[in-house]
């Protein structure tokens, strides 16, 4: 058996959120120092309407001024396939990133919108330069 737990580090990347409107529900940046991956990890609850896709963006400054959206190279799995809809209910999807800023967040944009639903999200990072991780 190997050793998962030392070797990643979870972070909220997104509050759990009720989302009711059609907006950008914007998550926490995320410090990717010292590793070399990380995987998005998203749930959502209970859905009544509308479409959630998840929007990775990336940048060099630690308050994400100069985020951009991440090219599909830089992704692992599609931004388009981890879209929930209000069929979702309690579904769990993943993105990851491979590319080489500093800086990400993961955001969910909202459409069709009116009572909405909840959304959270976990970043795991891993391929970490020091080892155990606390």
Known sequence: MNDLHNNVKAEVA???TAISTNTTTVGNIIDMQ??????FIIQSGTLTDGTYT????????????????VAD???????????????????????GYIGN?????????????????????????????DMPVA
Do not use: M, Q
């Not at 209000?86 to 769990?92: I, L, R």
């Open 73 to 95: 190279a830089d992704l692992l799995g599609t931004e388009a396939a981890a879209v929930f809809a209000a069929t979702d209910d309690n579904t769990v999807k993943k993105l």
């Open 14 to 16: 997104l509050n759990t």
């Open 101 to 129: 800023s500093r800086y990400i967040r993961i955001s969910i944009v909202s459409a069709s919108t009116t009572s909405g639903g909840t959304l959270s999200a976990v970043s795991v990072k891993g391929n970490a330069g």
């Open 34 to 39: 010292g590793y070399g991956s990380i995987e």
């Open 54 to 69: 998840p929007l990775i963006e990336e940048g060099a400054v630690a308050n994400l001024s100069d985020a951009a959206a």
